[in-house]
């Protein structure tokens, strides 16, 4: 059972059987999990090694560090609050395997380390004073490379604050690490699942990452009660093409897991090289759309520069105002009118 970090370290040292924690060319360190390094195929165009493996062009310095302004949101050192009726929690920077388009840079894998007793309470207080938050996203780095005990502590000081909030538990763990979801584990949640609920917030980016093990991970939550959502990101290499997201949605939504976000990825620095031009995104949602049933379609959205926020990306079927008229498109192209009051 891992409980600690160094457990934890070991743990991952001794399944793999060598370190895989190495110096990346950029910040972002070089951690890979026995369980995907398994998937992952010698070749460089593998779209679950490209995921994990550093590539040099990181080291280009030409975005900034935090493009979504969460520095400028932060109202404790913790707690993001840039959306009114929700707040993000960073319960820690660390990670079971880091994502090298991750789009916290700034944060992860820099050795912040696990959200104290102290910075929990704060983050407490905030939320006791702030009624208009109705959820709160625990997010980091992963949440669940926090210890059982750490975890236990911080549901229990967050339910006894704020009772109704709806908790999101973010996390890739289920896609990078499944075994940590072990009967120990599920029995805290278990436990904490009262007023407000849990809701499961999954990062799976390409089909391949939909493993027995990570299904049965999920299937966990499921059986508690708790919605699966994923949010992926369109990443060059990866995902970027139609047939692949195609059976990513389906499986995930055929696993009980609904499509929730497809993100552009940000301008994050090091990231260019796994990004995918926004126009492309555009077609690909564009024909997604008509492959896909609406629950198995993911929102295409962009968390604009400065803090500019989401939002969501789709072409737009109301082309023009004719008088008392409103012009639609339809899919297939042609024209139709509606009118408007
Ligand atoms: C994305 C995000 C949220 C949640 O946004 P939803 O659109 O509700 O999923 C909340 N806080 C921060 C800081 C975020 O980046
Ligand atoms: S799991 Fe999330 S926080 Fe961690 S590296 Fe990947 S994207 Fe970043």
């Known amino acids: 059972m891992i409980t600690s970090r160094k457990d934890l370290?070991?743990?991952?040292?001794?399944?793999?059987?060598?370190?895989?924690?190495?110096?990346?060319?950029?910040?972002?360190?070089?951690?890979?999990?026995?369980?995907?390094?398994?998937?992952?195929?010698?070749?460089?165009d593998d779209?679950?090694?490209?995921?994990?493996?550093?590539?040099?062009?990181?080291?280009?310095?030409?975005?900034?560090?935090?493009?979504?302004?969460?520095?400028?949101?932060?109202?404790?050192?913790?707690?993001?609050?840039?959306?009114?009726h929700r707040a993000a929690l960073l319960t820690?920077?660390?990670?079971?395997?880091?994502?090298?388009?991750?789009?916290?840079?700034r944060f992860t894998g820099t050795d912040?380390?696990?959200?104290?007793?102290?910075?929990i309470d704060k983050a407490a207080a905030y939320l006791s004073r702030h009624d208009e938050i109705h959820e709160l996203l625990l997010t980091g780095g992963d949440m669940f490379t926090l210890s059982n005990e750490r975890l236990d502590r911080l549901f229990g000081i967050l339910r006894q604050s704020r009772e109704d909030l709806v908790l999101r538990l973010c996390t890739r763990a289920v896609a990078s690490f499944?075994?940590?979801?072990?009967?120990?584990?599920?029995?805290?949640?278990?436990r904490h699942d009262h007023g407000g609920p849990f809701l499961l917030l999954t990062q799976f980016n390409?089909?391949?990452?939909?493993?027995?093990?990570s299904i049965d991970a999920v299937r966990r939550f499921l059986s508690l009660g708790i919605p699966a959502f994923n949010q992926s990101v369109l990443?060059?290499?990866?995902?970027?093409?139609?047939?692949?997201?195609?059976?990513?949605?389906v499986k995930l939504l055929?696993?009980?897991?609904?499509?929730?976000?497809?993100?552009?990825?940000?301008?994050?620095?090091?990231?260019?090289?796994?990004?995918?031009?926004?126009?492309?995104?555009?077609?690909?949602?564009?024909e997604l759309r008509r492959r896909l049933s609406g629950l198995a379609m993911p929102q295409y959205t962009i968390d604009l520069p400065e803090g500019g926020g989401k939002v969501i990306l789709t072409k737009d079927h109301l082309v023009a105002a004719d008088g008392d008229e409103l012009v639609f498109t339809t899919l297939d192209g042609d024209t139709r009118r509606y009118p408007r009051a």
């Not at 912040?112 to 910075?119: K, L």
């Not at 990866?238 to 059976?247: A, I, M, P, Q, R």
């Open 112 to 119: 912040t380390g696990a959200i104290s007793d102290e910075e």
């Open 206 to 213: 390409h089909p391949g990452e939909l493993t027995r093990e």
């Open 178 to 190: 499944p075994s940590r979801f072990d009967d120990e584990l599920m029995d805290i949640i278990a």
């Open 9 to 44: 370290e070991a743990h991952i040292h001794l399944t793999t059987g060598e370190a895989r924690w190495f110096d990346s060319p950029s910040s972002l360190p070089l951690l890979i999990s026995d369980h995907l390094a398994k998937l992952m195929e010698d070749r460089e």
């Open 92 to 105: 820690t920077d660390r990670c079971f395997s880091y994502c090298r388009h991750c789009f916290r840079r």
């Open 235 to 249: 990443l060059r290499g990866v995902n970027d093409d139609v047939d692949t997201l195609e059976e990513l949605c």
């Open 47 to 84: 779209p679950i090694r490209r995921q994990f493996v550093p590539d040099i062009r990181e080291c280009d310095t030409s975005c900034s560090i935090d493009p979504l302004a969460e520095v400028d949101h932060s109202v404790t050192s913790r707690l993001i609050h840039r959306y009114g």
């Open 254 to 286: 055929y696993n009980r897991i609904k499509p929730y976000y497809l993100f552009q990825c940000d301008l994050v620095q090091g990231t260019g090289h796994l990004r995918v031009p926004v126009e492309r995104g555009l077609e690909i949602e564009q």
